[in-house]
């Protein structure tokens, strides 16, 4: 194919992340002519400092590869799919026991070499801070996008972005115990809407004595937002006295534990995250507890001695849009289709996430240019759970999520937990193979 023609397929891509990149191979497989724009090394963020595209500023882990875990999975189906990053994290990757782990160095240049080599991508070392009014883009610029940028993407959607998160902690449904929890609502309004996990006083002390206790992860020189009343963690609400937690997000007013026939101490209250009940959001639990440190105190919590957790609390800067409302499952912005957005501004977490947005993006935006037809991801893949989370429309507060296999279409039967997760494995690659073969 001549330069000249590909030219009239020109795909603007702003951001040199894994989503970035990522959409940047796709769509110079498939014969499109990209411009990749990184405001590195001109430009760094707060938490940047190498000039390689594809930087890794967080953990060097990319999760478990175990395929009975939704990061094993996901990281199956994006080999399968012939993703650059995956391809680049299995030739770096460094002994991590059933992790993939990897060389942050080795990762990043073996991205950056392998871009610079395709004739189809154009590497710009500028910052954007406009959107351009005419040709396909992908935005693609991570949760730190510069002041300047976050603007124009405010400009275009014509609403606020999220700037920062204050998350409480997820856990699968089939972890919590109720012989311990029961479903229920204060005052018995609203229906059995929430699980339960009663406290005697005990217990309750005990509980905020961890908190108190508990290891926190330090703000960053960028995070020095001071989060508003109605979000303050709770180790900050336990500081403030050891009742304070009874009388806010743990109070049990109007909740009788059926195993005594009375009132708790205290209560940690779960609302359903989605319309399966797979998933259950520990209510009012925003914390800055270490990852560690949660799985360990929240596990001293009646009923979730065993919880698994798919999403940790956090409370830390992360840009991301309100995608349910902006996105359509292409993620083409509704309101101007030849935008697409991808990575963790769509409101996904973790690298691989990101990466499998930025492939989907790529694809897509290729697809377009070359005059096919887009098809979706089946909602059965890990890749397409993803989609079905970014495009929930029935989301009441959406906030980031990373990949679990609660976000799959659950599975019948009496199968153990982990039967079903192979199973539902299963189901993922097999349905993927019929996806491949589509966009090939």
């Known amino acids: 194919m001549q330069r000249r023609n590909m030219r009239e397929r020109q795909l603007l891509i702003i951001g040199g992340g894994l989503a970035g990149c990522e959409a940047a191979w796709q769509a110079a497989c498939r014969g499109v002519a990209v411009t990749l724009c990184e405001m590195k090394p001109k430009r760094f963020s707060a938490a940047h400092c190498s000039p390689l595209l594809g930087e890794l500023v967080c953990s060097n882990s990319f999760k478990s590869e175990a395929l009975e875990t939704g990061p094993g999975l996901l990281k199956e189906e994006l080999r399968r799919l012939g993703s650059l990053i995956i391809?680049?994290?299995?030739?770096?990757?460094?002994?991590?026991?059933?992790?993939?782990?990897?060389?942050?160095?080795?990762?990043?240049?073996?991205?950056?070499?392998?871009?610079?080599?395709?004739?189809?991508?154009?590497?710009?070392?500028?910052?954007?801070?406009?959107?351009?009014?005419?040709?396909?883009?992908?935005?693609?610029t991570g949760p730190l996008t510069s002041d300047a940028f976050a603007q124009a993407i405010m400009?275009?959607?014509?609403r606020l972005l999220?700037?920062?998160?204050?998350?409480?902690?997820?856990?699968?449904?089939?972890?919590?115990?109720?012989?311990?929890?029961?479903?229920?609502?204060r005052y018995g309004k609203g229906g059995a809407?929430?699980?339960?996990?009663?406290?005697?006083?005990?217990?309750?002390?005990?509980?905020?004595?961890?908190?108190?206790?508990?290891?926190?992860?330090?703000?960053?020189?960028?995070?020095?937002?001071?989060?508003?009343e109605g979000c303050l963690p709770i180790?900050?609400?336990?500081?403030?006295?050891?009742?304070?937690?009874?009388?806010?997000?743990?109070?049990?007013?109007?909740?009788i534990d059926p195993r005594t026939g009375e009132q708790p101490f205290a209560v940690v209250q779960l609302r359903q995250?989605?319309?399966?009940?797979?998933?259950?959001?520990?209510?009012?639990?925003?914390?800055?507890?270490?990852?560690?440190e949660q799985e360990r105190i929240f596990r001293l919590i009646p009923?979730?001695?065993?919880?698994?957790?798919?999403?940790?609390?956090?409370?830390?800067?992360?840009?991301?849009?309100?995608?349910?409302?902006?996105?359509?499952?292409?993620?083409?912005l509704k309101a101007d289709p030849r935008i697409f957005f991808a990575?963790?501004?769509?409101?996904?977490?973790?690298?691989?996430?990101?990466?499998?947005?930025?492939?989907?993006?790529?694809?897509?935006?290729?697809?377009?240019?070359?005059?096919?037809?887009?098809?979706?991801?089946?909602?059965?893949?890990?890749?397409?759970?993803?989609?079905?989370?970014?495009?929930?429309?029935?989301?009441?507060?959406?906030?980031?999520?990373?990949?679990?296999f609660g976000l799959l279409p659950p599975l019948g039967g009496r199968e153990g937990r982990m039967e079903k997760r192979q199973h539902m494995a299963d189901r993922a690659l097999r349905d993927l193979t019929a996806w491949k073969e589509a966009i090939a």
Not at 119 to 124: H, L, Q, W
Not at 197 to 218: D, H, I, S
Not at 273 to 292: A, S
């Open 343 to 404: 990575g963790q501004l769509t409101g996904i977490e973790g690298y691989m996430e990101s990466t499998a947005m930025g492939f989907l993006a790529g694809v897509n935006a290729a697809r377009l240019l070359t005059g096919q037809e887009i098809i979706l991801p089946p909602r059965t893949t890990a890749v397409g759970a993803l989609v079905g989370h970014i495009t929930n429309r029935f989301a009441r507060d959406y906030q980031p999520m990373n990949v679990n």
């Open 273 to 292: 995250e989605n319309r399966e009940g797979t998933l259950y959001n520990i209510v009012g639990f925003q914390t800055k507890l270490t990852y560690t």
């Open 162 to 185: 999220a700037f920062y998160d204050a998350i409480s902690p997820i856990v699968a449904a089939d972890s919590i115990d109720f012989a311990i929890a029961f479903k229920g609502s």
């Open 87 to 140: 391809q680049a994290a299995d030739q770096s990757r460094v002994p991590a026991g059933s992790a993939l782990a990897v060389d942050r160095e080795v990762f990043a240049r073996l991205i950056t070499e392998a871009l610079e080599k395709r004739p189809e991508i154009e590497i710009t070392r500028e910052e954007v801070t406009s959107i351009p009014e005419q040709g396909m883009v992908i935005i693609a």
């Open 303 to 332: 009923g979730l001695e065993r919880a698994e957790f798919v999403r940790h609390g956090s409370l830390h800067r992360n840009t991301f849009i309100d995608a349910p409302r902006l996105l359509r499952g292409t993620l083409q």
């Open 235 to 255: 180790e900050d609400l336990a500081e403030r006295g050891a009742d304070t937690l009874a009388f806010g997000p743990m109070k049990p007013v109007g909740l």
């Open 193 to 228: 809407d929430y699980v339960n996990c009663p406290m005697n006083r005990e217990e309750y002390y005990r509980f905020v004595k961890a908190v108190r206790e508990g290891q926190k992860v330090p703000l960053h020189a960028f995070e020095g937002a001071v989060p508003f």
């Open 155 to 158: 400009e275009l959607t014509r």
